[in-house]
Every structure is written in structure tokens, then in C-alpha cells.
């Protein structure tokens, strides 16, 4: 994907990174000493207290040309797994400057498509890959070989609605043209890419003129959304809850990310990208696109209050709806193990598995 003048460091930006980490030992250091004190930090071991002050101070401290510059490309993240995995690439391009990378070899008879989150602004992080590797391997064991395919698609401002629901499209059309079946078919994401999965289904619904159809001959089998991002921006701090200042994505960055996106586009795309501002009958037919649908959310996040409003939303529209809620979660938690690399997988990891199990049949 072309790397726009946009994107490049200024040398005033440069200086603002290293400005924000420099502090960044004392800022750990603060982390680790404060969190015995607090029922919140008991819950999490010391990496995690670690990593969720670092990264929340890190993000909150730049802009999105400085974040997405520190935080690497989706193709990085990609080659960065497949090394530490040992693996090797599997990458099908499939149209609109967009691409399929696959864990492992593809396969046709059940697929993960995975859209990754930050924001629609930044990349996939490798511990995400680590994530759904582990749903892969251990739906395997079950005797369910699945194959995950993740989209690599553009981000904003290189690329503007509905420039990725059209990527997105590329990519389910690309599936099924491979001989996959709609029904074997879960569309997996957190954040950003779980708000990507709500684009989709609401171009089904209400077709986007300008971007191709998507006419399935049966519902997908499932969704499952990670801490979607269903509410983008809160300029008077109405909406973001006061339980995100235990979170790593701070109210004002949410907002900050949120305008980036929805700066310049027409009112009639806002449906389409922010769900808890659309109409109260926008899903109404949902059950024909996809079969089940599972949510996930964290007790401790900044977007806790308008997740639920959300699934209490998609409720009215689909009799199959799942909530699990991690009490003590931040925002896409079930990844952060992997990122930590620890043995304890919390309390929605095992569920989601046994959730995304029962959406595949056995051959």
C-alpha cells in the first residue's frame, strides 16, 4: 500500500515521540507501585498492570501519524508472527489495493476473516494473530480445521469510507468464490474492525451506492465482535464511560481517533460507521445476514456503557445474541494474554472458543 506524504514525521513530530518516551520508565515504575493498591490493578499481574499503563500512555500522548509510525503496518505485524511462529506467508491480493494473509495454508471449508482494529488508523498488532491462532489450533483439536484469513486493508486518510467496506466486500466475495459457504463463513474483529463488521452488515441491509453488492445465498454462521467500536466520538462527554480512566484507550484519545475518521464524510455515511447513532430500525433483517452473533466487552472500559447499549440494539433485531463481559476487562482484553504471553487466558478466551466452535459443523 502506497506510503502517503501524510503519514511521514515531521521533524517536529519526531521530537514530540521522544518527548513522550522519555518519562516512560517513571511511568511504569508508577504503574507497578500503584497497583496493590488498587482492586483493578490486583486483578492483573504485573505485565499486564505494565503494559496497559504504557500503552495507554504512549497513545494518549500522540498524534495518529506518531502512533501509527510506532506501532508498524499490518503487513509488519504479519511477517513479525509468521517469524516468531515459524511460519510461512500465505498472501492472496484480491482487488481495491487489498489482500488476504492467511495463518497458515488456506482453507476452504470453515474461515475466520478477521478485521483487525485501531481505529480504522493503525495496523494489526502481532498479538492478535497470536489470539486467533490459538482459536484456530484448538479448533482443530476439536476436529474442526479452520483456516484464518486476516484483510489487510487501507487505512484513513489514505482511504475513506466506503473505500474499506468495499475491500471488506472484495474479501467475502473472494471467499466465496473460493468454494467457501456462506454459513462456514464467521466474521471475526475488535474495535474498529468489529465496527468494520457492522459495515458489512449494514451495506446488506442498505446497499452503499458505489460499492458492489453483497447477496448471500444464507446467513454467515457467526460474528463475533471484540470491544466494538460503536460509538466514535463524545465532544461533551455524554457517552465514553468514567470507568475508562482504567483503561488504556483514554476517553479523549477515543474521540481524538473517532474525528479522524468521520471528518469530512457526508451525514448519510454516519449510519454506516457509527452504530449507536444509526436509526432504531437499521438492523431490522439482521437474522438474514448472519446466523448468531457474539459480543465481548470489558467492565473497566472507556466504551462499557455504549457496548451494551449496542447489543440490547442488536437484540431487537436477532433472537441469537451473546454478551460476555469480562468484570474487570479493558478494551480488547481476551488479546492481551498474548500479548503478555501468560499462561492465565481470563475468563472469555475459553468461552468465545466453545462459542466459535459451535457456529463450524464437523465434517
Known amino acids: 500500500m502506497p506510503n502517503h506524504d501524510r503519514n511521514a514525521l515531521t521533524i517536529a513530530d519526531r521530537l514530540q515521540i521522544a518527548w513522550v518516551l522519555l518519562p516512560a520508565p517513571i511511568v511504569a515504575i508508577w504503574a507497578l507501585v500503584q497497583a496493590p493498591f488498587t482492586t483493578h490493578g490486583r486483578t492483573k499481574s504485573w505485565k499486564r498492570n505494565l503494559f496497559d499503563r504504557l500503552v495507554r500512555w504512549v497513545i494518549s500522548g500522540t498524534n495518529r501519524r506518531q502512533a501509527r509510525a510506532l506501532l508498524g503496518t499490518t503487513r509488519g505485524a504479519y511477517n513479525q508472527f509468521l517469524k516468531e511462529n515459524k511460519m510461512e506467508p500465505v498472501v492472496e491480493e484480491i482487488g481495491e489495493d487489498a489482500r488476504l494473509l492467511w495463518i497458515g495454508p488456506k482453507q476452504t471449508e470453515r474461515v475466520l476473516l478477521y478485521l483487525h482494529g485501531g481505529a480504522f488508523l493503525?495496523?494489526?498488532s502481532p498479538f492478535a494473530a497470536s489470539f486467533w491462532k490459538y482459536i484456530q489450533d484448538n479448533l482443530g483439536k476439536r476436529g474442526k480445521p479452520t483456516g484464518v484469513a486476516i484483510l489487510n486493508y487501507t487505512l484513513v486518510p489514505d482511504l475513506q469510507f466506503p473505500g474499506q467496506l468495499k475491500q471488506g466486500v472484495r474479501a467475502v466475495r473472494h471467499l466465496l468464490d473460493s468454494g467457501v459457504k456462506p454459513e462456514n463463513i464467521q466474521?471475526?474483529?475488535?474495535?474498529?474492525?468489529?465496527?468494520?463488521?457492522?459495515q458489512i452488515w449494514?451495506?446488506?441491509?442498505?446497499?452503499?451506492?458505489?460499492?458492489?453488492?453483497?447477496?448471500?445465498s444464507s446467513p454467515f454462521g457467526g460474528t463475533y465482535m471484540v470491544s466494538p467500536w460503536v460509538?466514535?466520538?463524545?465532544?461533551?462527554g455524554k457517552f465514553f464511560s468514567s470507568k475508562g480512566n482504567r483503561d488504556y484507550l483514554m476517553p479523549a484519545t477515543g474521540n481524538y481517533w473517532g474525528h479522524k475518521v468521520l471528518d469530512g464524510l457526508p451525514a448519510s455515511a454516519i449510519p454506516y460507521i457509527e452504530a449507536n447513532t444509526a436509526p432504531e430500525d437499521w438492523l431490522q433483517g439482521l437474522e438474514k445476514c448472519v446466523k448468531r452473533v457474539l459480543i465481548s466487552a470489558g467492565g473497566?472500559?472507556?466504551?462499557?456503557?455504549?457496548?451494551?447499549?449496542?447489543q440490547e440494539v442488536v437484540k431487537k433485531h436477532h433472537k441469537d445474541v451473546t454478551l460476555y463481559l469480562e468484570e474487570h476487562g479493558v478494551h480488547n482484553e481476551p488479546y492481551l494474554s498474548f500479548m503478555t504471553k501468560e499462561k492465565d487466558l481470563g475468563e472469555v478466551t475459553p468461552l468465545v472458543l466453545d462459542w466459535l466452535d459451535a457456529g463450524f459443523e464437523k465434517s
Open 122 to 124: 493503525l495496523g494489526m
Open 231 to 236: 460509538r466514535l466520538t463524545d465532544d461533551e
Open 187 to 198: 466474521l471475526v474483529g475488535d474495535s474498529a474492525g468489529a465496527a468494520f463488521i457492522y
Open 300 to 310: 473497566a472500559e472507556t466504551l462499557y456503557g455504549e457496548i451494551i447499549k449496542f
Open 202 to 216: 449494514s451495506h446488506i441491509l442498505h446497499p452503499v451506492e458505489g460499492a458492489p453488492k453483497l447477496e448471500l
